[in-house]
């Protein structure tokens, strides 16, 4: 990776300085000039006729008594492959802490997850959503291209109303020796995820516990947070052993370790949310985590990353400043070369702004009322979707919808009948799980959230597949990062969106953290640094 191509930004008519030129350490750019050219040492100076302060990169000479300037202090290098906790890379043998995470309905791709892992990343495939048969051809793909060492891994749902798929999901990625399990949307422990977690866990020689898959649990409230950074309850462990899916070596192990060593916090994101801030989050956790080490008495660290709202470098840079081992973009993955979303979804999701974000029902927790963040600019996607979870909360079945309701709603939101869409989702149920079939008989309302939770799930479907007759029904998860992101990358390289790979997404971010993170450093040793220093510019990186 190139050392310097992020900077600097050259105040017109003012001079280019080389690599290892010297400058005038007390001219008005210097202090942007050492911003943007973090990966050199930085000497803090001081004048001592007028006490202005400066800096200047590379050997210092003239310092000392009677030379009229002093040292104030020496900034090594940031590196952006030093950001976060270097165990983070140790762990999962990635050269930055820095994760792109699981964009359902495999909108994050093999050939995503691919590309990050070969750029010295960690790439999650996006399982949720999609069939075991998918699922496990995903991960034969990925093991092909990149064995079952660093650099990737899947994502494992949680699934409340299908817990025999989230079961068979988990007992794939165990099967094929997945070597990363990301873990979200759980409210509490499950048997899979438990499963997922402690399966193959050993000792080695010295006695350490080692793990054979790495699980991460991405949670937005303590509650949930503590569970993960917990061990296993005993009674979920033993029914595992009981089940022959665990060995009383590997439940006694799991008894003496989280569940997860990795917790990725979630903040205001892109699909399942709480739209908490990151700043307000972030620290109870941190807490919350030192409090469960000390109480079970762990033997290493529990690593905490942070997720949702980094679209930016300096997000990223705040971030790991927060403390985050390492950080997780999502959203505005969605726009890279490699996402497995339509050209027309895309050039919306290119147009968002901060503000073009709304909360709407979840397809996969569509009962319990549960809501994820979508984009709201060019889709009426989510003022349909909320009119059907409020028709399904009014009437008891599809019987007892008003015909004339049920004459708007088939033409204004189904473009079917009711009939139609009912024909179509008991065929899709009687391929994925018949039981769902026997308790929509049993049970009117279940019939009902079945057929409304068919538009939920097509209309993603027909933002991945860029149904052009149903553009207005796409669905796209998305957080107010990706409007950051886009504010960010107008007028550079980026803009044009085939420079979008995740790669240079993950590298930019990256390389401007870490001028944020210089320019930080230097107006705490008091220089005046230029706002152009917070304001790191894509560019090609490689």
């Not at 009117?444 to 799930?457: N, S, T």
């Not at 550079?492 to 979008?500: E, Q, W």
Request: aromatic share 6%; charged share 20%.
């Amino acid at each position: 990776m190139s050392s310097a191509l992020l900077g600097p930004a050259v105040t017109p008519g003012a001079a280019v300085r080389g690599p290892s030129e010297p400058y005038a350490s007390y001219a008005p750019d210097a202090a942007l000039d050492a911003a943007l050219h973090p990966r050199e040492t930085a000497y803090v100076l001081l004048r001592e006729s007028d006490g202005a302060r400066g800096v200047t990169l590379g050997a210092v000479t003239g310092v000392g008594p009677g030379s009229g300037q002093q040292m104030l202090g020496v900034l090594p290098p940031v590196y952006p492959e030093w950001l976060g906790d270097r165990g983070f890379g140790a762990v999962h043998g990635t050269r930055f802490a820095y994760v792109s995470g699981e964009m359902a309905n495999g909108i994050a791709t093999t050939s995503m997850v691919t590309a990050m892992a070969r750029a010295g990343m960690l790439g999650i495939f996006g399982a949720g959503g999609l069939g075991p048969a998918r699922v496990e051809q995903a991960v034969a793909e990925l093991r092909e291209a990149l064995g079952t060492g660093s650099g990737w891994g899947v994502n494992l749902i949680h699934s409340p109303n299908e817990p025999e798929l989230e079961d068979h999901v988990a007992g794939l990625l165990i099967r094929h020796g997945v070597p990363r399990i990301s873990a979200s949307a759980y409210m509490g422990l499950t048997p899979a995820v438990v499963w997922c977690s402690a399966a193959g866990l050993r000792t080695d020689a010295a006695g350490h516990i080692v793990r054979r898959t790495q699980l991460f649990a991405k949670v937005s409230h303590p509650d949930v947070a503590e569970r993960f950074m917990s061990p296993a309850p005993d009674e979920l462990l033993r029914a595992l052993v009981a089940d022959g899916r665990l060995t009383a070596q590997e439940a006694s192990l799991a008894a003496r370790v989280p569940v997860a060593e990795d917790i990725t916090v979630e903040a205001d994101s892109g699909g399942h949310t709480d739209n908490r801030p990151l700043t307000a989050l972030f620290p109870v956790m941190l807490q919350l985590r030192d409090t469960l080490i000390a109480r079970h008495r762990y033997s290493r660290p529990i690593r905490v990353g942070a997720a949702g709202g980094l679209g930016t470098p300096q997000a990223v840079a705040a971030a790991f400043a927060l403390g985050a081992a390492y950080v997780v973009t999502g959203s505005v993955n969605q726009l890279a070369v490699e996402a497995g979303l339509s050209e027309d979804a895309k050039e919306l999701l290119a147009q968002a702004t901060i503000a073009d974000v709304v909360m709407a029902p979840a397809a996969d927790m569509f009962e319990l009322g549960v809501k994820l963040q979508v984009l709201r600019r060019g889709t009426m996607f989510a003022s349909r979707a909320t009119r059907l979870y409020e028709i399904y909360r009014e009437h008891p079945s599809l019987e007892a919808v008003p015909a004339a309701l049920r004459a708007k709603l088939e033409r204004e939101v189904l473009h079917a009948t009711l009939d139609e869409v009912w024909a179509q989702t008991r065929g899709f149920w009687e391929r994925r799980d018949p039981a769902q079939l026997v308790r929509a008989g049993q049970e009117p309302k279940h019939r009902m959230a079945l057929v409304f939770r068919w538009y939920l799930g097509r209309s993603s479907a027909w933002a991945i597949q860029g149904e052009a007759d149903r553009r207005t029904d796409f669905q796209i998860w998305c957080g107010p990062a990706l409007g950051a992101f886009n504010q960010w990358r107008s007028g550079s390289f980026l803009a044009d969106r085939s420079h979008c790979t995740v790669t240079q997404i993950a590298l930019n971010l990256l390389e401007g953290a870490a001028c944020v993170t210089r320019a930080q450093q230097l107006r705490s040793h008091g220089l005046p640094v230029p706002e152009a220093a917070f304001a790191p510019r894509p560019r090609p990186l490689g």
